[in-house]
């Protein structure tokens, strides 16, 4: 979002501004696209909103006049939140759309936020469900050492015996 104004200072406060102080205005971006433009004036305002990136440039051109004339200029350029006018778009009526857009978000908000404890319990449910797996494999893996030496046991055992029947031993 931009804004800007401009007018032209009056060089004799009191008395009206003379017709050699009147300018023309041209806003541009950087692509070339003309966002505003007005010609012979003494005051203005814009405002726009794009998407495109880069610098804006904004030319002010005085007619030439003989003999020359200074032209005194008060600018006044705001962009992104800072030209935000929020009393004058309370004033336009669209406090309802904005209300109506909070109660959106809010509501989005709310719902990412269920989300999020949704997810914390399911992270620790996952949490109890990997201790408990890993308790249990422990278990079976010392059983299942067990068993293997009391099997290798058993055979050497077995061997020995059957080489002492055979006398080979």
């Not at 012979?40 to 020359?68: L, Q, S």
């Not at 209300?99 to 709310?110: A, G, I, P, S, Y």
């Not at 015996?161 to 006398?167: G, M, Y």
């Amino acid at each position: 979002m931009t804004v800007g104004k401009y007018h032209i200072v009056n060089p004799n406060e009191g008395y009206p501004l003379p017709d050699t102080h009147k300018i023309t205005v041209r806003v541009t971006s950087t692509y070339g696209n003309t966002y505003h433009q007005s010609d012979n004036v003494v005051e203005g305002h814009f405002a726009f909103e794009t998407a495109e990136t880069g610098d804006y440039m904004t030319c002010f051109f005085a007619a030439d006049h003989k003999p020359p004339v200074t032209v005194t200029l008060d600018f006044d350029w705001k962009t992104g939140v800072a030209a935000k006018d929020w009393t004058n778009v309370a004033k336009k009526g669209s406090v309802e759309v904005m209300e109506f857009e909070l109660k959106k978000m809010l509501e989005n908000v709310q719902a990412i936020h269920d989300e999020m404890f949704f997810l914390r319990e399911r992270e620790a449910e996952m949490q109890e469900l990997n201790r408990s797996t890993n308790s249990k494999m422990a278990w079976m893996t010392g059983l299942s050492i067990l068993l293997c030496l009391s099997v290798a046991g058993l055979q050497v055992w077995h061997l020995k015996t059957f080489f002492e029947k055979k006398k080979l031993i």
